[in-house]
């Protein structure tokens, strides 16, 4: 570095510290000549034209200059270097700045010997500016300053500091990302370890951190998180009881403040460090709180950066941390809540399903149990017995009553848990419409009702499933009988615009407006509804509803109070907007009107009733004898409940001999024991259920041809084609009417007789034919002439003994031999 050249005026020598606020005012004021830039008049130009600039700049500029790197610097330069100042003034740059020394020394003396400038951006310097090494970190360019030898006399510093800007950004990153990230926790434990991750994150400002939940009791805290620190260190240890917290994190955790331990080290002992190479010594508790809740649900205890002071903003990011994590875990656990909610209520649901499944068939085998002695009884009962015999009708009449209900619901639960499964079958939809609503035709004209029925024949046949459409169309016309008192009542069906409409219109008490958007709500009634009735329980139309949906189509309503109601069911024409269809034909039960209009026939008056038939579940017929003449035969029943037992013995043992056993195992026994003509079972049994019975019955050659029917209360397509394709012959559902059971109890012995008997034709003739071949031979064998006989392959079929002779080889030798192999041409 060169000296300066000529030396000033004293006065024209301070011209160059004119102006420049308090810097300049403090450099005009400093004896220059003890320091080692020397007086002022013999500054160089060169230096004097730079610190002009330096004094004048808004911009914090530092100027290094001569061989010890002495510091000039103007006001704005001064708020950066703080408690540095005034002491750094006119001082050498290694003096001032022993703790950057290592990192700036070199890159002024680089400056210098190249005469090339730098550029750094946010460089990292750990400052002693305030009494301590804090993080901060600066832009900056070191340019050379020519002098008048044109060598470098020293080196020019423009400076900005990045700090805030760098911590600031720093800070709302981790902000951000427990917002963000901790927010979308599942569950408490991962929100902790979300926050806890993020936190690590930025090892900076959190050195360390120990996440603590609160036990329900409050009395102590678990460790749900670690960053920074080892699990067990007195900072951290895995479980804690609140009683034995130091007393600083005790305050927190009663008042649910934030609370900073300024000598936590001093406390607790050694703690780390973080990002720093220099451990924390204190350290601020967060507590994490719950909305509305006074207690905190935990806390977190973390490191303050060794290099930074505590102040407002550092404050205030701790803070927002507490915050953030607070929400998070309550985010968390209301998730939770949900989830479990929703777990619970799904259990609910399933627990109904299977008690539904369950009930129907609890239910459905006493119910067959009354109705059909019932209705035997009623058969019987002398028409001069005629209190006996209105009695013997209510009670069926209610157990009707009940048997619908329980279908109905059952019917619910099955689409609820998605087990119901439509057939969908093309179907004339008139014909079929017009057989069902005829059924009311006797209990429209007892209630004096007019009744039409306007189903014509459709252009094309509609795809439903017969058992459903049956349900709709008897629901809906039940329910304008209960709720039309007198006038008319229509059922009409038409094709019309790529749909089938099936209207059932009556002039009943209509439905007030506001109830008609619930009206086809689960369990939704309409209070002081004017019918025939009270009875009823809102399930019927959410029912409808359902059922129209497996169908594609929809339903709704127009009504009006005391003028009449029309319910409108419309389906798709066509199949392409239905599932593929199941192959399985359902049987039908055929009873479901009768259910329907025995119940309307109740809802008459005494009078009107007493005039009327008896109108049964089964038919009329339904004790006596079927049209299938019965096959004389012995039965097997296999039952667990001693009153079913009975009764099926007392219908079948009229004409079969009946044997009855109480469960599977009895059964195969018995069938082993003495192969029956058919076997009757119940499908659930303890032991060995009607499945398991089935199976080893087909598995063994003596039981394996016997007719199987399976019994059970276990309504619905499901169990049905379980039932078929084990093997079953035959699947009956509780309730059956004696009739029915009758009936293919005498179809299954005819057929299975059929069979038994071919079977013995077969072996018949296949001895016959057997006797007539060995009396051939015989007859060949006594002829004296030589006689054999060939297949079309030309083989030996036949030799007899006088061949054998004629030829000289033995009959064994040419049975099975080409003719030409031993005799060639
Ligand atoms: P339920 O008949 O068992 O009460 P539904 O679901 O079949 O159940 O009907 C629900 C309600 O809708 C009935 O309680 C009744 O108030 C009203 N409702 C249904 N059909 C008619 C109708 N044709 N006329 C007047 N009100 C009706």
Not at 165 to 191: C, F, K, P, S, Y
Not at 258 to 266: D, G, K, S
Not at 746 to 756: C, K, Q, V, Y
Not at 810 to 818: F, N, P, Q, V, W
């Amino acid at each position: 570095m060169s000296a300066g050249a000529e030396v000033l005026g004293k006065d024209l020598a301070y011209e160059c510290l004119a102006g420049g606020g308090d810097m300049g005012a403090h450099m005009r004021s400093l004896d220059w000549s003890k320091t080692a830039l020397g007086p002022l008049p013999q500054w160089p130009q060169s230096l004097r034209t730079s610190v002009s600039i330096c004094l004048n700049s808004r911009f914090a500029i530092l100027i290094w200059w001569g061989p010890d790197l002495v510091m000039l610097y103007n006001d704005a330069y001064r708020d950066i270097i703080g408690a540095k100042h005034p002491a750094a003034l006119g001082r050498p740059g290694r003096d001032c700045w022993p703790e950057i020394w290592h990192i700036i020394g070199p890159m002024l003396e680089g400056v210098v010997r190249k005469g090339e400038a730098t550029w750094s951006n946010d460089l990292l310097l750990l400052l002693e500016r305030d009494g301590y090494a804090e993080e901060c970190y600066f832009t900056f360019s070191y340019s050379p300053i020519r002098d008048e030898s044109g060598g470098v006399g020293g080196v020019f510093t423009p400076v900005a500091e990045t700090t805030p800007h760098i911590v600031g950004e720093r800070r709302l990153r981790t902000l951000r990302d427990l917002a963000a990230r901790a927010g979308n926790a599942g569950d408490t434990q991962e929100a902790c370890a979300a926050a806890i991750e993020i936190l690590a994150a930025n090892a900076w400002d959190v050195p360390f951190a120990a996440l603590y939940l609160l036990d329900d009791d409050r009395m102590s805290a678990r460790l749900a998180g670690i960053h920074g620190i080892e699990r067990g260190a007195p900072a951290a240890p895995a479980s804690i009881l609140v009683s034995d917290l130091a007393p600083p994190l005790a305050v927190a955790v009663r008042n649910s403040q934030n609370i900073e331990i300024p000598n936590l080290a001093e406390m607790l002992g050694p703690l780390p460090g973080g990002a720093w190479n220099t451990p924390c010594h204190s350290g601020i508790v967060l507590p994490i709180l719950m909305p509305g809740q006074p207690v905190p649900l935990g806390f977190v205890l973390a490191g303050v950066s060794p290099r930074k002071r505590l102040d407002v903003s550092y404050r205030t990011f701790f803070e927002l941390v507490g915050g953030h994590i607070s929400n998070a875990i309550a985010d968390a656990r209301a998730y939770q809540e949900e989830r479990r909610q929703a777990e619970a209520l799904a259990e609910i649901d399933r627990a109904k399903t299977i008690f539904f499944s369950n009930a129907s068939h609890e239910f459905r085998t006493p119910l067959t149990l009354m109705l059909g002695p019932l209705e035997a009884m009623i058969e019987r009962a002398r028409p001069s017995t005629l209190v006996d015999r209105e009695e013997l009708q209510l009670m069926h009449r209610n157990g009707m009553r009940l048997l619908k209900l329980v279908n109905t619901l059952l019917d619910f639960s099955r689409i609820e848990a998605g087990r119901i499964h439509a057939l969908y079958e093309p179907t004339h939809l008139g014909a079929f419409t017009t057989e069902i609503a005829s059924a009311f035709e006797s209990a429209m004209k007892r209630a004096g009702l007019e009744f039409t029925i306007d189903c014509p024949t459709l252009p094309s046949p509609a795809y439903v499933d017969r058992d459903m459409w049956e349900k709709i169309v008897l629901n809906l016309i039940s329910n304008a009988f209960k709720f039309t008192l007198a006038g008319r009542i229509a059922v009409r069906l038409k094709a019309t615009g790529g749909v089938f409409e099936l209207r059932v219109e009556d002039t009943g008490s209509g439905i007030p407006e506001h109830e008609l958007l619930r009206i086809f709500d689960r369990f939704h009634r309409v209070e002081g509804a004017r019918g025939r009735t009270h009875e009823g329980t809102g399930i019927g139309l959410a029912l409808i509803h359902e059922l129209v949906k497996l169908h594609g189509g929809s339903i709704r309503v127009e009504s009006a109070p005391e003028k009449g109601s029309s319910f409108v069911v419309s389906i798709p024409e066509g199949h392409a907007h239905l599932p593929a269809a199941s192959a399985e034909r359902r049987q039908p039960t055929g009873t479901l009107a009768s259910v329907y209009v025995e119940e309307a026939l109740g809802w008459l008056p005494e009078t009107e009733r007493r005039t009327s038939e008896p109108v049964r579940l089964f038919a009329a017929d339904s004790v006596q004898a079927p049209h299938i003449i019965p096959a004389a035969g012995r039965i097997l029943l296999a039952d667990d409940n001693a009153d079913m037992r009975g009764y099926v013995r007392r219908l079948l043992g009229q004409h079969y001999e009946v044997e009855t056993v109480t469960n599977g195992i009895e059964a195969l026994a018995a069938a082993r024991r003495d192969p029956p003509h058919l076997i009757l079972t119940d499908v659930m049994m303890p032991g060995l259920d009607g499945f398991g019975l089935l199976r080893e019955l087909r598995a063994d050659e003596s039981t394996k041809t016997i007719p199987v029917i399976l019994l059970s209360a276990r309504a619905g397509e499901d169990a049905r084609v379980e039932g078929l394709g084990t093997g079953a012959d035959d699947y009956i559902v509780k309730p059956f009417t004696a009739r029915e059971l009758l009936a293919r109890v005498g179809a299954h012995l005819a057929l299975s007789r059929l069979r038994r008997e071919a079977a013995e034709r077969e072996r018949a003739l296949r001895a016959e034919s057997e006797a007539a071949r060995e009396r051939a031979t015989t007859l060949l064998e006594s002829i004296n002439d030589a006689f054999i006989a060939l297949d079309p392959e030309w083989r030996f079929t036949y030799v007899n003994a006088e061949a054998e002779r004629t030829i000289g080889i033995s009959r064994d030798e040419m049975l099975g031999k080409d003719f030409w192999n031993l005799f060639p041409p």
